[in-house]
């Protein structure tokens, strides 16, 4: 039997990392096994809709070079993928199920579902009071003016088993499933159960790739397709994404969609890389994949059982690392543009920025975590430095008056390092810094602040030599300026 595996989201929200982490698996699985990965739109739910979060599911596949087999836009033999346009489908189904005694008309209002609600304590409890009604009272209620929804008849004994492909046996006492739940709502719309079992059947799915969360539900969806006499797919419930506090990865431990990611600047194989990790495993120590290679190697016998914690340090190093293995011509291409949004090179960049990106990216390459450090860390070169104050130049080891002095020895050195290397230049500073009494970071660092304004920057003498020396002499006048001005 071929492999048929789906991802199938709701169009409410941004792509969510973890959602991203059931595609990748669902997609690499297709792909080990030779199988088929299909794309699937649940939007059932048309109050909560969003045409927006479309169009981002349907970038965020296209930035991470993942593509569907079948789906919306590039079509297959069990269409329509979108479900919406299969509304029809999902009514014949439940009139299957009225017609064969698995499911019944429920007649109940919102406002009695509320008291029943409320004298529960608050729980989702529903009593049945339809659930045997006669065929005249059926008709009567019919003939007030309500419009019923569909409900499954969920045993009143025994038990359910679902078998989990990472978790094993999973057994839910009947009594303690969702209380007959409703599958198609009084506006011809199904519920997301319904639609759910109803197109992976129909679409032929084989494995049921899906987070944890979803456990609650499998027994109800196993209830289903016992009621419409189908074979069920095989299930394998991944481990949760969770943040470094324990709790299911949301908003308040940092970014979560991919889009927030992106904009950030981090690489699509970098995010496939580490998200790939999150619960699954090849061995003790191969951290570092790509995406072909994942394609191959992916099984779910690597899967774990217990929940992955989130990281996001460990995404920007790795980031990091796929950063350096970029060429410098990939590198300027990808750079570029945040500096044109930062307003640090024009959109028509001219030769001049271009043949200074191209020296700054050695000094940078090794700095960079994400790509929006580029704006920060090349600002000195692009534009003049922006304010700061003296107490950003003195060390702490150093006063007002041993710093200028420090700036003053430096300015002498610099005045012309350009024709030495920066190995000379350093040599020459270390000398001078066991002359004054003071170790080399403390009189470089003075120097660092004035020509880059900041203590933070690429390597000094490179920078330096990419300013050129009539800017960075100018830079540490004013520096030397500002300190004087000061008063004692």
């Not at 990472?166 to 159960?193: A, C, F, M, Q």
């Not at 990865?249 to 699509?268: A, C, I, M, N, W």
């Not at 990106?357 to 070169?381: C, G, Q």
């Not at 390597?459 to 800017?471: H, K, Y």
């Amino acid at each position: 039997m071929s492999v048929r595996v789906r991802y199938a989201p709701s169009p409410t929200g941004l792509q969510h990392i973890g959602g991203v982490r059931s595609a990748l698996f669902n997609y690499f699985y297709a792909r080990s096994e030779g199988g088929t990965f299909v794309l699937r739109i649940e939007d059932t739910d048309q109050t909560r809709f969003d045409s927006d979060s479309l169009e981002d599911l349907y970038d965020t596949f296209e930035w991470l070079g993942i593509q569907w087999d079948e789906g919306p836009k590039v079509g297959g033999a069990y269409g329509p993928y979108v479900q919406s346009e299969r509304i029809q489908l999902y009514r014949d189904h439940a009139r299957k199920l009225l017609d064969s005694g698995h499911a019944y008309e429920c007649f109940c209002t919102p406002e009695r579902l509320e008291q029943v609600r409320k004298g529960s304590g608050g729980e989702a409890g529903y009593d049945r009071p339809c659930r045997n009604l006669t065929r005249e009272e059926i008709e009567r209620l019919r003939a007030s003016g309500i419009i019923p929804v569909v409900r499954l008849k969920i045993p009143l004994e025994g038990s359910t088993r679902l078998h989990d492909l990472l978790l094993g046996d999973i057994d839910r006492k009947n009594e303690d499933i969702n209380p007959d739940p409703v599958l198609l709502k009084s506006d011809g719309y199904p519920t997301y159960h319904l639609a759910n079992v109803v197109d992976d059947h129909l679409m032929e799915i084989t494995d049921v790739l899906r987070a944890q969360e979803w456990i609650p539900s499998g027994p109800l969806h196993v209830q289903l397709y016992q009621a419409f006499g189908w074979e069920a797919p095989r299930f394998c419930h991944l481990p949760m994404v969770m943040g470094s506090d324990g709790q299911k990865l949301s908003k308040r431990h940092g970014s979560t969609s991919v889009r927030d990611f992106r904009e950030q600047g981090y690489l699509p194989e970098a995010i496939i890389n580490y998200v790939s990790l999150l619960g699954w495993s090849y061995d003790d120590s191969r951290e570092f994949f790509t995406k072909g290679e994942l394609e191959k190697m992916f099984s779910l016998d690597r899967l774990n059982k217990a929940p992955a914690v989130f990281d996001y340090k460990k995404l920007e190093w790795f980031n990091g690392q796929y950063i350096r293995l970029k060429s410098e011509s990939e590198l300027t291409e990808l750079l570029l543009p945040i500096l044109e949004r930062d307003g640090l090179v024009p959109a028509r960049p001219t030769a001049v920025a271009l043949e200074k990106l191209a020296a700054l990216i050695p000094l940078v390459r090794e700095r960079l975590h994400v790509l929006n450090d580029i704006s920060e860390m090349s600002r000195f070169v692009f534009s003049e430095i922006g304010d700061y104050g003296a107490a950003e130049l003195i060390p702490k080891r150093l006063d007002r008056d041993r710093t200028i002095a420090a700036l003053r020895a430096g300015r002498e050195l610099l005045s012309d390092f350009e024709t030495r290397s920066n190995e000379e230049t350093e040599e020459l500073f270390r000398a001078k810094a066991e002359e004054m009494g003071m170790k080399l970071g403390d009189l470089l660092m003075p120097l660092r602040v004035a020509v880059t304004g900041t203590r933070v920057s690429p390597p000094l003498f490179g920078s330096l030599r990419l300013l050129g020396a009539q800017t960075a002499l100018e830079r540490v006048d004013r520096a030397i300026a500002l300190l004087q001005n000061e008063v004692k």
